[in-house]
């Protein structure tokens, strides 16, 4: 079974422009959701989605987004970007029937950089 | 609101060493507990899930437990191995802060094992 995909891989950027991250989960997955990781803040959780409704959010301003798609692919949109938002972004899917009992697999991340 | 330690931060032990990893929330109230590898600039690989009723998981050479009066968790390693050099990390789904799957982070423990 494919594991957990993202693209792109990496990303560079300049303020004020906008991104979108995409996640393709597990196949049969229903569960996706993004985490920002950074040097001071650890992981931390921006969103769930689970078929096609967002089903938790973090505390993250506007500008970060997202959306699930019928296949469950998931992207993350950030605008107006920040020299603060260069981070490695991770998404993790699971089943998403039995919320928070399942094992969560992560994908390789994105590393957005922002100039 | 949920928080994730993890102690030490950063360890290093010579080849053939058994060695343990401490993690604790501060709510116990938690649908699981689960840990996971890091390597450098890489995603995250789910290592061992402790669901709340569990007290313990075994793969391989580690052993996770859980006590979840205490908040507390252990990550045993047995025979470590320079393979095993990574950042561990582990994370909880508290029962008050979600009905889906959003993972709380410690910082993690930087463990290098040296040949």
């Known amino acids: 079974k494919a594991g957990v995909t993202q693209t792109p891989r990496y990303l560079i950027k300049t303020r004020g422009q906008q991104v979108t991250l995409s996640c393709s989960p597990i196949s049969g997955h229903r569960s996706v959701s993004w985490y920002q990781q950074t040097p001071g803040q650890g992981l931390q959780f921006l969103f769930e989605?689970?078929?096609?409704?967002?089903?938790n959010k973090g505390n993250f301003p506007g500008r970060f987004s997202g959306r699930q798609f019928s296949n469950s692919r998931s992207e993350m949109n950030v605008s107006t970007l920040e020299l603060g938002d260069s981070a490695l972004y991770l998404c993790?899917?699971?089943?998403?029937?039995?919320?928070?009992?399942?094992?969560?697999?992560f994908g390789p991340g994105t590393r957005l950089l922002v100039l | 609101k949920q928080e994730v330690t993890q102690i030490p931060a950063a360890l290093s032990v010579p080849e053939g060493e058994n060695l343990v990893l401490n993690c604790s929330f501060t709510d116990s109230a938690i649908y699981n507990l689960q840990w996971f590898r890091q390597d450098p600039g890489k995603g995250l690989t789910s290592l061992l899930l402790i669901q709340s009723s569990q007290r313990e998981q075994t793969s391989g050479r580690l052993n996770a437990s859980l006590d979840k009066s205490s908040g507390r968790s252990t990550l045993y390693i047995a025979a470590s191995q320079p393979g095993d050099s990574a950042t561990y990390l582990c994370a909880v789904i508290s029962r008050r802060e979600t009905s889906g799957s959003r993972l709380t982070f410690g910082e993690g423990t930087q463990l290098t094992v040296n040949p």
């Open positions: 989605y689970f078929s096609e409704t967002q089903r």
């Open positions: 993790a899917s699971s089943g998403g029937l039995l919320a928070g009992t399942e094992t969560q697999y």
